[in-house]
């Protein structure tokens, strides 16, 4: 199984930006596609972004697109979410999802490893 470390969670006022970083490690890693969902309280984890390994496709939910940019560093095994212009509603705990079988409209059944979450508060 893959491992994955996200980093780059916080507080930050509304209309303020994060980066956030997943870095996969472990056996050889070779995923077709990464993604990042999001989890609030009280609320189903939902697909914000992903990104196929191989060329670059991106795809991401209608709530962020335009404020938030998925990216990878093949050297690195890095997968990238810049957020800009963040509201309220984006406060959430936010995974890493490796293993993917797609990037397009992804689902949570098609990824299969996950990371332990990074928390994200925008303050109002």
């Known amino acids: 199984q893959v491992q994955l470390v996200e980093s780059g969670g916080g507080l930050v006022q509304a209309g303020g930006s994060l980066r956030l970083s997943c870095a996969a490690s472990?056996?050889?890693?070779?995923?077709?596609?990464m993604g990042w969902f999001r989890q609030a309280p009280g609320k189903e984890r939902e697909s914000v972004a992903a990104?196929?390994?191989?060329?670059?496709?991106?795809y991401y939910a209608d709530s962020v697109k335009g404020r938030f940019t998925i990216s990878r560093d093949k050297a690195k095994n890095t997968v990238y979410l810049q957020m800009n212009s963040l509201k309220p509603e984006d406060t959430a705990v936010y995974y890493c999802?490796?293993?993917?079988?797609?990037?397009?409209?992804?689902?949570?059944?098609?990824?299969?490893?996950w990371g332990q979450g990074t928390q994200v508060t925008v303050s109002s």
């Open positions: 472990g056996r050889t890693f070779s995923s077709r596609a």
């Open positions: 999802a490796a293993e993917g079988s797609t990037w397009y409209r992804p689902t949570i059944s098609d990824f299969g490893s």
């Open positions: 990104i196929s390994w191989s060329f670059g496709n991106t």
